[in-house]
């Protein structure tokens, strides 16, 4: 336990700025699992929604100190990569789909 005067008031700041950080921290943790959830499930139109909320969640909690800036940043720069990747492979899928699958040549026979 603390014994002088400044120590004891540094140590009530330190807990509940804690308890205030922890807060913010769940919630950006909450986010970006919400986000995890939809690039799971491989929807897009719910992946681009919540990759915006994520972003906005990570950068509001950085700016409040809970989270460094370059893993806010790290962390936005992973989510994005997923949400792309996704949005391509849909992409992909849905080009095969409507120009149906693509043939393969039959097998040339060695004589």
Known sequence: MAN???AIKRDRQSKVKRLRNVG?????KNAVKEL????ANKKIEDANL???KAISTLQKVQSKGALHKNTVSRK????TRQV????IVSAEKNREEKLGS???DPPSSQT
């Open 4 to 6: 002088h005067k400044s």
């Open 24 to 28: 913010y921290k769940t919630m950006a």
């Open 50 to 52: 919540c990759l915006n």
């Open 76 to 79: 936005i720069s992973r989510l």
């Open 102 to 104: 693509p043939k393969q």
């Open 36 to 39: 995890r959830l939809a690039i």
């Open 84 to 87: 792309n990747k996704l949005a």
